[in-house]
């Protein structure tokens, strides 16, 4: 396939799979959605792809694993800005909130860079694994620890 092609492919598979995973965190009402985590992923491919296909990792895969290590590590910082700490209920005892949309946010950079690099079977069996534990994974959080209060059907409660 045509290099140009290839790399095209590559970077909308990226938004696409960010895309599916900030739609679920829409669908839930969290502070991240569509636009956060296609951009996410797109900028991880965007950058793995960046290094790894014009010479910065292809002659050392060190360098290409430095790339990766420092997308993930940064990630955590646009992650970290997510969770929240704020008072909920008659104790307003602190509470952390949004971890699940910050660990979202982490795996869909991951998931951008395996697009980056052509990864496609990894991007997709992954992306299927993503969307079902966040469905599926409140489910049984539902089931085995019931529903916490009021909250747990809005915005304040992350799945």
């Known amino acids: 396939m045509d290099d140009f092609l290839q790399q095209c492919l ?28 296609a951009l996410v992923a797109l900028g991880a491919a965007v950058v793995t792809l960046s290094g790894t296909r014009f010479g910065i990792g292809a002659a050392d895969p060190a360098n290409a694993s430095r790339i ?30 949004h971890v699940t949309t910050a660990a979202s946010i982490w795996v869909t950079a991951s998931l951008g860079i395996a697009c980056g690099i052509g990864a496609w079977s990894l991007a997709a069996i992954a992306s299927l694994a993503v969307f079902i534990v966040l469905t599926i994974g409140l489910r049984i959080d539902r089931a085995l ?15």
């Open 10 to 37: 590559r970077i909308a598979a990226a938004i696409f799979v960010g895309g599916l995973i900030g739609l679920n965190r829409d669908m839930y009402g969290k502070p991240t959605g569509v636009r956060v985590h």
């Open 68 to 97: 990766i290590q420092g997308v993930i590590g940064g990630i955590g910082f646009l992650g970290a800005g997510v969770i929240l700490r704020g008072e909920t209920g008659r104790s307003h005892s602190p509470r952390i909130q």
């Open 145 to 159: 620890y019931g529903k916490l209060g009021p909250e747990d059907e809005g915005a304040n409660k992350d799945p």
